[in-house]
């Protein structure tokens, strides 16, 4: 009676679950639908989208990169989204929508695929750094540098990207290699030499990640010096940040930098200032750090 009984309870869950699947599948085929449907609304197709990304079945993956070709902004990020959400099962579509005709479409795989974080999309990323359009360029270094910053090859790539011809690809570069920080040592070169560019956006992402980098860039310190006088408080708060990091007998200097940062007309470049300045709450003044915490106060 009692086996009689659990082989019930058995069945049981098993139909509740064919039951369950059944109605997701048909579900998630109404939501296909709803997202191919060019004459419904955009918000319809919107949350089409987002709902396929929840549901996360691998059958609806070439349905969604249809989409990111779609002609409203708001349905290729829903879709683009709901790839990043589903994970894995997308990297290969992904990876051929690089290949797009689309620039659209190219820029917002090599997103999608930052996000989802598969070192399979490495090779396909660096070849994408050749991209005619800049703004694939970007999202690939971009992408690049949150899949796998032990690889020297997303290392290499990334140095190559500090040459290229527009200045955003240049800073994501920048930016990335400073994420990855010790590992890319031989980006230092190429960093120093981005400090003297006409962009300042370019002069202050680089000082950043010369700091990020640490120790082993103490030989950018005479470059670093320079750009101490740079016009831009928000370059000279960066820089000021990275000598405190890469060499220690140039600390108070990178304290009084960033001290007279705290007085500049700049919001962004006091806010920086007053946040490095609370990290090194240890070796700053007191007085210094009474007014790095006035500031942050005013502007949090």
Known sequence: ????????????????????????RQEMGSFIEQLQDKEQIVEIRRKAAH???QIGDPASVTVLVQALKDNRG?????AASALVQIGSPTVSELIRSLKSKDSVVRSTA???????????AIPALVQALGDKQWEVRQNAASALGKIDQSSQTVVLALI?????????????AASMLGQIGEPAEAAIPGLIQALSHQQISLRGIAAKALGQIGVSAQGATP??????????????????????????????????VLTEVLSCKVAGARLYAARVLAAMEEISQPVTIELAKIELAKQE
């Not at 086996?3 to 699947?21: E, P």
């Not at 708001?74 to 829903?78: G, I, Y």
């Not at 190559?160 to 994501?172: C, G």
């Open 223 to 256: 470059a670093l010096i320079n750009a101490l006088s740079d016009e831009s408080p928000w370059v000279r708060a960066n820089t000021a940040y990275a000598l405190a990091q890469i060499n220690s007998s140039k600390q108070d200097i990178a304290i009084r």
């Open 110 to 120: 090599a997103h999608a695929l930052g996000r989802i974080g598969e070192s399979d």
């Open 1 to 24: 009676m009692k086996c009689c009984r659990v082989s019930l309870i058995f069945w049981g869950l098993m139909s509740a679950i064919t039951i369950g699947l059944a109605a997701e």
């Open 51 to 53: 709902a396929l990304g």
């Open 160 to 172: 190559q990207a500090l040459s290229d011809e527009h200045t955003n690809v240049r800073v994501w």
């Open 74 to 78: 708001e349905v290729r990020a829903a």
